[in-house]
C-alpha cells in the first residue's frame, strides 16, 4: 500500500503523473463529512511532512494533518482509500 506522503510528492514531483486534476477527501471534523478540496488548493510548508494547508475561499487557511486525508481522486476517479475508510 502506498501512503498519503509517498502519493503526495509523486503527483508534487513526478510530471507526467501529476499532470491530472487531483482532488484530495480529507474528515472535516466540523461537517462530519469527507470534504473534497483540489489539489491545486493546498500548500505545503517546507519541512513539514505531517500536514498541509488549505486555503478556504473566505481567505482563511486551516491546517489539515495528513491521517485525517481519506481519499485522493486523479480526474474524478477514486486512486487511494485510506485503509479501513
Not at 503526495?8 to 480529507?26: K, M, P, S, T, V
Not at 472535516?28 to 510548508?45: K, Y
Amino acid at each position: 500500500m502506498v501512503t498519503i506522503r509517498d502519493l503526495l510528492n509523486r503527483i508534487r514531483w513526478d510530471r507526467e503523473f501529476g499532470a491530472g486534476f487531483f482532488e484530495l477527501g480529507y474528515l472535516d471534523h466540523v461537517e462530519h463529512a469527507i470534504v473534497r478540496v483540489p489539489f491545486g488548493n493546498i500548500s505545503f510548508e517546507e519541512g513539514d511532512s505531517f500536514s498541509f494547508h488549505l486555503e478556504k475561499k473566505t481567505g482563511e487557511t486551516l491546517t489539515i494533518p495528513l491521517h485525517r486525508v481519506r481519499e485522493v481522486y486523479r480526474n474524478g476517479i477514486r486512486i487511494w482509500q485510506r485503509p479501513g475508510g
